[in-house]
């Protein structure tokens, strides 16, 4: 129901655009996230958006952005000046509550793999 893209192998300082594609019913009407995990991990939070308003996790303030293009029922990560330690899975998850824990979303994508080389 949920499907990312944009992953990939980049060097740090380098930037990556994650995509999100929400097949749900009124997609508009969900709040999406972004979460990342490493293994042995817990899912992090990185950023949410809900039909207007984005915020991320202060950690990635003035290096990512999230967006969303209700036209095409998609969900956008803008990634720049990545790090290493932004290496992760990246999954977006869909939900009813603007929320930063992965506990509030029903749906999720399969992830995408971003890897930083230093």
Same mark, same amino acid.
């Given at each position: 129901q949920l499907v990312e893209?944009?992953?990939?192998?980049?060097?740090?300082?380098?930037?990556?655009?994650?995509?999100?594609?929400?097949?749900?019913? @009124?997609?508009s009407m969900f709040n999406v996230a972004w979460f990342r995990q490493t293994s042995g991990k817990e899912r992090e939070f990185v950023s949410v958006i809900s039909s207007?308003?984005?915020?991320?996790?202060?950690?990635?303030?003035?290096?990512? @952005?999230?967006?969303?293009?209700?036209?095409?029922? @998609?969900v956008y990560l803008q990634m720049n000046s990545l790090k290493p330690e932004d290496t992760a899975v990246y999954y977006c998850a869909a939900g009813t509550w603007f929320s930063r824990k992965h506990g509030s979303y029903n749906y999720w994508g399969q992830g995408t793999q971003v890897t930083v080389s230093s």
């Amino acid at each position: 129901q949920l499907v990312e893209s944009g992953g990939g192998l980049v060097q740090a300082g380098e930037s990556l655009r994650l995509s999100c594609v929400v097949f749900l019913n @009124t997609p508009s009407m969900f709040n999406v996230a972004w979460f990342r995990q490493t293994s042995g991990k817990e899912r992090e939070f990185v950023s949410v958006i809900s039909s207007g308003n984005g915020s991320v996790k202060d950690s990635v303030e003035g290096r990512f @952005t999230v967006s969303r293009d209700n036209a095409k029922n @998609t969900v956008y990560l803008q990634m720049n000046s990545l790090k290493p330690e932004d290496t992760a899975v990246y999954y977006c998850a869909a939900g009813t509550w603007f929320s930063r824990k992965h506990g509030s979303y029903n749906y999720w994508g399969q992830g995408t793999q971003v890897t930083v080389s230093s």
